[in-house]
């Protein structure tokens, strides 16, 4: 009987020390998911923020885009409002721009009329008006340059005559 209270004994404490050991192993398994989770989370909010920022900037690009579009469409506007002005058919017009009369018309309404007859500058600050025979004069100029650099380049040509197209 000995032996087997003794054995019991003995069954008991490996039992404890292996329970034990599995629980120190749920333990560290348990701490490495809490940090594990903690990263996950992190990560996740990151993501969240990122994703966040894309549609800020996309918001503000596509906001951008619309002013740029909008200022250049009616700039489109009064220069197609100053050839209507100088007695251009809209269907003139039509033909030498390639829009469609629809098109310039739209253009030409958003423009006023008092705006479009104060207004002689063109394409970066240039003036533009009838040369002699009454034909539009173009000046072509890249849309790079500065409104001052466009009126330095265009004193010093000031000694040249103006060509009729």
Known sequence: ????????????????????QERAQQA?????????????????????????????????????????VEELKHRQGLCLARMSRRGE??????????LT????????SHVPDLEASESSQGVAGEKSGPSVAGRIEVLPT???????????ANSHNSHRPRTQL
Do not use: W, Y
Not at 7 to 18: D, K, N, V
Not at 101 to 108: A, F, I, N, T, Y
Not at 142 to 152: D, G, I, M, R, V
């Open 1 to 20: 009987m000995v032996d087997k209270k003794k054995s019991a004994i003995i069954a008991r404490r490996q039992a404890r020390e292996r329970l034990a």
């Open 28 to 68: 560290a398994r348990n701490r490495e998911n809490e940090a594990d989770l903690v990263d996950f989370l992190t990560l996740e909010q990151r993501l969240a923020a990122a994703d966040s920022d894309r549609d800020a900037a996309i918001i503000a690009a596509r906001e951008r885009h619309r002013v740029t």
């Open 89 to 98: 058919t809209t269907t003139a017009i039509s033909d030498r721009t390639g």
């Open 101 to 108: 009369v629809r098109e310039v018309k739209q253009l030409v």
């Open 142 to 152: 890249p849309l790079n340059f500065s409104p001052e650099q466009t009126a330095e």
